[in-house]
């Protein structure tokens, strides 16, 4: 049902470009090059689909620069969730029970924990003391940030972001991986992820969605959650500011964010 009221671009041969945000799209300034807006709206006009596709849950995806690109979806939290046009065609929440305990896991094991959701995020910010991004966290989400105790009625959570410099990868990875895909970055912070969801499973869906072959996509990305985006597009790009493993396993390297690299990559696979 969903799928008729979608075919409405260029039905034959449809594509699709996937866009991480932090590092990808903007950088740590929030600064966004025109060359990327550019490039973006080209392809839309070439009748290629854009999408974000963020490890940021949705709650965390309020930059009003970023969302006034105009694209034509968001999927956020590693693939928890997924709009197109402005509808959710897919939401992954935790149960209140597995939220607790993985919490009380988390907390025990000395783990600084955000919790995130579709419209909130959740964390004790004497748990961070005086960490940077808890202040952009802070001024980009505002009242959409609450603590996490004394907000147990209200919580609700698609998946974990942790601060783990305390905490012992390995108990980590015993305890949660039965139930968790765990994405562990160099900072250190590991992002805790429902078994059977991440930005190559959001891409899937959205190509079963609108009748996009898969290898008629195009990922953008830099970190170790993009991955999984790698893995399943037909055509993986890694940003020249990304960290080598991303590099290595991706099939095109494009220039950095700053040096207009997104730009380059879409008109050098002719999207536009």
């Given at each position: 049902?969903?799928?008729?009221?979608?075919?409405?671009?260029?039905?034959?041969?449809?594509?699709?470009?996937?866009?991480?945000?932090?590092?990808?799209?903007?950088?740590?300034?929030?600064?966004?090059?025109?060359?990327?807006?550019?490039?973006?709206?080209?392809?839309?006009?070439?009748?290629?689909?854009?999408?974000?596709?963020?490890?940021?849950?949705?709650?965390?995806?309020?930059?009003?620069?970023?969302?006034?690109?105009?694209?034509?979806?968001?999927?956020?939290?590693?693939?928890?969730?997924?709009?197109?046009?402005?509808?959710?065609?897919?939401?992954?929440?935790?149960?209140?029970?597995?939220?607790?305990?993985?919490?009380?896991?988390?907390?025990?094991?000395?783990?600084?924990?955000?919790?995130?959701?579709?419209?909130?995020?959740?964390?004790?910010?004497?748990?961070?003391?005086?960490d940077l991004?808890?202040?952009?966290?802070?001024?980009?989400?505002?009242?959409?940030?609450?603590?996490?105790?004394?907000?147990?009625?209200?919580?609700?959570?698609?998946?974990?972001?942790?601060?783990?410099?305390?905490?012992?990868?390995?108990?980590?990875?015993?305890?949660?991986?039965?139930?968790?895909?765990?994405?562990?970055?160099?900072?250190?912070?590991?992002?805790?992820?429902?078994?059977?969801?991440?930005?190559?499973?959001?891409?899937?869906k959205v190509?079963?969605?609108?009748?996009?072959r898969a290898?008629?996509?195009?990922?953008?990305?830099?970190?170790?959650?993009?991955?999984?985006?790698?893995?399943?597009?037909?055509?993986?790009?890694?940003?020249?500011?990304?960290?080598?493993?991303?590099?290595?396993?991706?099939?095109?390297?494009?220039?950095?964010?700053?040096?207009?690299?997104?730009?380059?990559?879409?008109?050098?696979?002719?999207?536009?």
């Amino acid at each position: 049902m969903l799928k008729s009221a979608y075919f409405n671009r260029k039905d034959c041969m449809k594509k699709a470009a996937f866009f991480d945000v932090d590092g990808t799209i903007l950088d740590h300034h929030n600064y966004i090059p025109k060359s990327t807006v550019d490039g973006i709206h080209k392809i839309q006009a070439n009748g290629c689909y854009a999408f974000l596709c963020t490890g940021r849950s949705r709650a965390f995806v309020k930059n009003k620069e970023l969302l006034d690109i105009g694209f034509d979806g968001i999927i956020s939290g590693c693939g928890t969730m997924i709009e197109f046009q402005e509808q959710v065609l897919y939401y992954k929440k935790i149960e209140q029970e597995q939220i607790k305990k993985t919490l009380a896991f988390l907390k025990d094991q000395k783990a600084a924990v955000i919790m995130e959701g579709r419209h909130k995020l959740y964390l004790d910010p004497e748990d961070f003391g005086s960490d940077l991004y808890i202040a952009k966290l802070r001024e980009e989400v505002g009242s959409g940030m609450m603590p996490i105790t004394g907000s147990e009625a209200d919580w609700e959570v698609s998946k974990f972001s942790c601060a783990i410099e305390r905490a012992d990868l390995n108990r980590l990875r015993a305890g949660l991986e039965d139930e968790y895909s765990l994405l562990v970055h160099d900072i250190p912070v590991m992002e805790v992820v429902p078994k059977g969801c991440s930005k190559g499973t959001g891409i899937l869906k959205v190509c079963d969605q609108l009748g996009i072959r898969a290898e008629d996509t195009y990922a953008f990305g830099d970190s170790v959650n993009d991955l999984p985006m790698f893995e399943v597009a037909g055509y993986s790009i890694a940003m020249g500011n990304a960290n080598d493993k991303v590099k290595q396993k991706a099939a095109y390297v494009t220039d950095a964010l700053h040096d207009d690299g997104i730009y380059h990559a879409l008109e050098h696979f002719g999207l536009f």
